[in-house]
């Protein structure tokens, strides 16, 4: 009996062990016979929002620290007659408080200690032609004495999250083209599509191929290009 008992529980591990041996094979066959390309999708689009962002400044005395926050006074009021008369609703405007800072000059034994006086004014629009101007062409202002300058001039596009989609439909047209390709020169087909994960997406200047591993979105630029990418495996047959 006890010969018998062996010979059964030997024979059920031979039939497992070929199961498992057999299980493997076939996955490692199945690995082999897939194919994993990248497709891509890129079209140029049109900013359709701009980010203005201004500062106003000034320098003085530390003693005179209150004749500072005056003048910061007086010349936010004349920014805003200057937004005012060129069509810009003031309401909009996101304004920083006075920030102050003490310059540091290594080395320098100056009796006259000085405050810099700071304040942003930040505004957003759709009129990018009207900004853009404003932002280049605020003479009247250093004429009446403003320390003005713009800080940043940022152009986006709002409509890329439905952008997004209709262009992972063709990087996945792609990068099946391209594994037909490749397919073809080993006398192989594509089959069925095993996984696909979707890239970061790219916003990119005209003709730049900056492109980062985490996505890169340039605002530098009114006129874009859109960039979506698809890593894709199939299995051949």
Do not use: H
């Amino acid at each position: 009996m006890k010969n018998t008992l062996w010979a059964v529980i030997l024979g059920i591990c031979l039939v497992v062990s070929a199961s498992i041996v057999s299980f493997t094979f076939y996955k490692v066959r199945s690995l082999d016979n897939a194919l994993s390309v990248v497709g891509s999708a890129r079209i140029r689009v049109n900013s359709d929002i701009v980010r203005w962002t201004a500062m106003l400044s000034t320098t003085i005395p530390e003693e005179n620290l209150k004749d500072g926050y005056r003048k910061m006074s007086n010349d936010l009021n004349l920014v805003l007659e200057f937004y005012k008369k060129n069509g810009i609703d003031t309401k909009t405007l996101a304004i920083s408080p006075v920030s102050a800072e003490r310059p540091w000059i290594y080395g320098s034994q100056q009796d006259v200690k000085e405050t810099i006086l700071r304040q942003t004014v930040e505004m957003q629009s759709s009129d990018l032609e009207k900004v853009t101007t404003l932002a280049k062409n605020f003479q009247e202002l250093l004429d009446e004495g403003v320390n003005f300058s713009t800080q940043s001039l940022e152009y986006y596009y709002s409509k890329l999250p439905d952008l997004r989609v209709s262009l992972l439909t063709e990087a996945m047209n792609d990068a099946k083209a391209r594994a037909e390709k490749i397919a073809q020169s080993s006398g192989k087909k594509v089959g069925s599509l095993k996984s696909a994960s979707m890239g970061v997406v790219q916003v990119l200047a005209p003709n730049s191929t900056e492109v980062s591993d985490y996505g890169s979105y340039d605002t530098a630029t009114i006129e874009k290009e859109v960039m979506v990418t698809v890593r894709a495996t199939f299995l051949l047959k």
